[in-house]
């Protein structure tokens, strides 16, 4: 993302939280045209190479305006290429686990890589967590057992969703990807202007993308819509995944994200009433409980009071 500057007037709160809000709830709906267009036999390969491939060229265009140079900064460039390599594989491990269990439920599971990050800063020699951070970590442990429905899921025989553990995993898998994303970008690419970091990262994973679906890897990771449905799906994920993400970057600057933050994780609340609307995804009253849950521990984990 790009860095904030001081030069760069802030918008009102009120502003900054709708526009925040908006984007979360256009990050839902692009995971909510995931599943449908993976429904109607969409690869998840294909869905990821459209979503990158389309965001970088509007990245690229934006950066070729704004005339600046996508040098990096000596002993980075590895870093770089880990930091893409890991942005891919939690879209991928996100995309999967979309496609096989409700999205809301994915969603959750995947936006739990606040806590993650504070457990990964600490293990490799950052600041222990608080006695706050701990309860709140607790708190979402305690809600996504609710959320998921463990104790009934460890009772059934699996027929119900067969999918369903490789899909939480999947959805966890995300969120430790993304995890050490964040630990490479604010401990080793911190000197890595946030528009070049931007571009790059897009860049190595439609790359990776096309390398994956090239090679083999996902027999029908690059299989295409069968209907107009599927084509209506692909073309929704790739316009409101690419306009959140633009409007994210050239807007960020503005936002104060350190005090705003929080409002990111309206994401899995829109998602939980896009899937209830769009595609019957239901979830019980504990699920509901668990959800909520989960959401109020992780935006007390991230809010930080402003300064």
Known sequence: MAVPSSAVPLFPRKLAIALLALLACSFAGNHIAARIAFDDGTGVLLAILCRSG?????LACLLLWQRQALGLPAGTRHWQLLLGLLIATQSLC????????????????GNTFPMLLALLTWALGGARPTGRTVLFMG???CGLVLALDVPARLADSGTANPHWALGVGLAFGAACAFACALWITDHKLASVRGPVRSLLTLLIVFSSMLVAGASGVMPSGLSLPGSSAGWVALASLVVLYGLA??????????????QNAPVMNVEPIATLLLGWALLDQQLGNLQLLGGAVVVCGIVLLTYRRAS
Do not use: E, G, W
């Not at 389309?54 to 509007?58: D, Q």
């Open 54 to 58: 389309i965001t970088l060229l509007v």
């Open 94 to 109: 996100l995309y999967s686990a979309v496609a096989r269990i409700p999205v809301a439920l994915a969603l959750l599971v």
């Open 139 to 141: 708190l979402i442990l």
């Open 245 to 258: 993400f633009t409007l994210l970057f050239v807007c960020v600057p503005r936002l104060n994200m350190a």
